[in-house]
């Protein structure tokens, strides 16, 4: 398998590891947004949110969580993104399930931002029928 990730999962590319576990590591974005932007990754690969289980999936934003309060601590700082991409135009990078960890401060080059769309009522109405009928 050609994954960064599973590379370094199994040591053949180094990595700033802050956390480990059976199941999951957490390490330092070689490319950061910010000083201590962490990814969580769990040991088993999985494409995406939608190839991932549950148990996995919930273990990981617990992870991620305990990660952004020790980055909150370590920094002294108070806000931070946790984000979670799934494909290329969400702007998923590596095809391996994995947790953004980003510490914001002010005046960061850091842009997550979209514009709203408008969208009419009766077009809610069917968006909202249609994300029910698929649950």
Same mark, same amino acid.
């Given at each position: 398998?050609?994954?960064?990730?599973?590379?370094?999962?199994?040591?053949?590319?180094?990595?700033?590891?802050?956390?480990?576990?059976?199941?999951?590591?957490?390490? $330092?974005?070689?490319?950061?947004? +910010?000083?201590? @932007?962490?990814? =969580? %990754? /769990?040991?088993?690969?999985?494409? !995406?949110?939608?190839?991932?289980?549950?148990?996995?999936?919930?273990?990981?934003?617990?992870?991620?969580?305990?990660?952004?309060?020790?980055?909150?601590?370590?920094?002294?700082?108070?806000?931070?993104?946790?984000?979670?991409?799934?494909?290329? $135009?969400?702007?998923?990078?590596? +095809?391996?399930? @994995?947790?953004? =960890? %980003? /510490?914001?401060?002010?005046?960061? !080059?850091?842009?997550?931002?979209?514009?709203?769309?408008?969208?009419?009522?009766?077009?809610?109405?069917?968006?909202?029928?249609?994300?029910?009928?698929?649950?």
């Amino acid at each position: 398998m050609d994954c960064i990730f599973c590379k370094i999962l199994n040591g053949d590319i180094p990595s700033n590891k802050v956390f480990e576990n059976d199941n999951f590591i957490a390490i $330092l974005d070689a490319f950061p947004a +910010n000083e201590g @932007h962490t990814l =969580v %990754i /769990p040991k088993k690969h999985f494409a !995406n949110i939608f190839e991932i289980d549950e148990d996995t999936l919930k273990e990981g934003y617990v992870i991620a969580k305990n990660i952004a309060d020790a980055i909150k601590k370590a920094f002294n700082i108070s806000d931070i993104n946790i984000l979670q991409n799934n494909g290329e $135009l969400a702007g998923q990078t590596v +095809n391996h399930f @994995h947790i953004h =960890v %980003i /510490p914001r401060v002010k005046d960061d !080059n850091v842009i997550i931002k979209s514009i709203p769309v408008n969208i009419d009522s009766d077009k809610i109405k069917n968006i909202v029928d249609n994300i029910k009928s698929n649950l």
